[in-house]
């Protein structure tokens, strides 16, 4: 399984972006996907995750309400929109995949990870 992160940038506080995660060398919607992300000299932390058929979503307390979390299974990606971004969502964000990882905040429920994408929020 292979995992490619694309879309951060930067932008300003307020604003928006699309981040997109691509999936291949294995059956897509047998895994659960999530979002993670880790800032400079911090721990990385749980940001989203979706099940296997995108029924269920789960969030951590500081991006509910502006990050939104989506899959395509035709497509084969997952996708994390995030609105009124501020300056602490600055961070690499990681895309990652379980197989178990229903419902999972913990990066260990995960075996695969993408390679990270930039995202930085100025205020």
């Known amino acids: 399984v292979q995992l490619q992160a694309s879309g951060g940038g930067s932008v300003q506080a307020g604003g928006s972006l699309r981040l997109s995660c691509a999936f291949s060398?294995?059956?897509?919607?047998?895994?659960?996907l999530g979002w993670f992300r880790q800032a400079p000299g911090k721990k990385r932390e749980f940001v989203a995750t979706i099940s296997w058929g995108g029924g269920s979503t789960t969030y951590r307390d500081s991006v509910k309400g502006r990050f939104t979390i989506s899959r395509d299974n035709a497509k084969n990606t997952v996708y994390l929109q995030m609105k009124s971004l501020k300056p602490e969502d600055t961070a690499v964000y990681y895309c990652a995949a379980g197989r178990r990882a229903y419902a999972a905040k913990s990066p260990s429920e995960y075996a695969y990870w993408g390679q990270g994408t930039l995202v930085t929020v100025s205020s």
């Open positions: 060398g294995g059956a897509f919607s047998s895994y659960a």
